[in-house]
Structure formats: structure tokens, C-alpha cells
């Protein structure tokens, strides 16, 4: 039993480790990715410790775009009445720059 228990304790750790870093964060109410410090700041962004799992360099990353608009999910921004802007904001390619008019 014991070893059965330690078994499935490694395989639930290598999954957690393995969780791919680019997921999605939240830091009072803003949207943000996760992603390394050094692609942040290359990007303009802010790193913000505390909110992603994984490595420690592996943070929340928020960003400021447009004229006071911000990095959101394209799926967010739409169902907030934004329009996205692409290849403004660090992450993966849904994560767009939201403006309101």
C-alpha cells in the first residue's frame, strides 16, 4: 500500500512540474500569463511572484497597451465589449491588447 501511495505521489509531482508555464494568472482583477521574468521584461511588461506554479523565475506577467488598454484573453476582452489588438502583449497568440472606446 505504502508503495503504491508513493508511486502515485511521483507520477501526480511530474505532472504538476510538467504543466506547460503559459497559463493564465490573475493579479487584482487583471489578467495576465504566465511566463519567465526575462520574456516579461523583453516585452514590456511586469512580473508580479506568487501567482504562477513552477520555477521561481515563472511569474504573473501583466502589461499596459494602447492608450491605457490591457493584455487580456481575446475571449475576455470580447465578452467585456474591448476590442483585441494582436502583437502587443507578451504570451501566447489569444492573449491580445483589449481597448475600450
Known amino acids: ?3 503504491l501511495f508513493l508511486f502515485i505521489s511521483l507520477i501526480i509531482s511530474a505532472l504538476v512540474w510538467a504543466s506547460p508555464a503559459s497559463g493564465y494568472c490573475i493579479v487584482n482583477g487583471v489578467t495576465g500569463t504566465c511566463i519567465s521574468t526575462g520574456d516579461c521584461s523583453n ?3 511586469s512580473s508580479f511572484p506568487g501567482y504562477c506554479p513552477g520555477p521561481t523565475d515563472i511569474q504573473c506577467c501583466l ?3 494602447l492608450n491605457g488598454g490591457w ?3 481575446t475571449r475576455d ?3 467585456d465589449g474591448g476590442q483585441s489588438h494582436p502583437g502587443y502583449c ?3 497568440s489569444n492573449i491580445q491588447c ?3 472606446q
Open 90 to 92: 507578451p504570451g501566447p
Open 63 to 65: 502589461k499596459n497597451c
Open 77 to 79: 476582452c470580447k465578452t
Open 98 to 100: 483589449c481597448t475600450w
Open 43 to 45: 516585452q514590456g511588461g
Open 71 to 73: 493584455c487580456l484573453d
Open 1 to 3: 500500500m505504502t508503495k
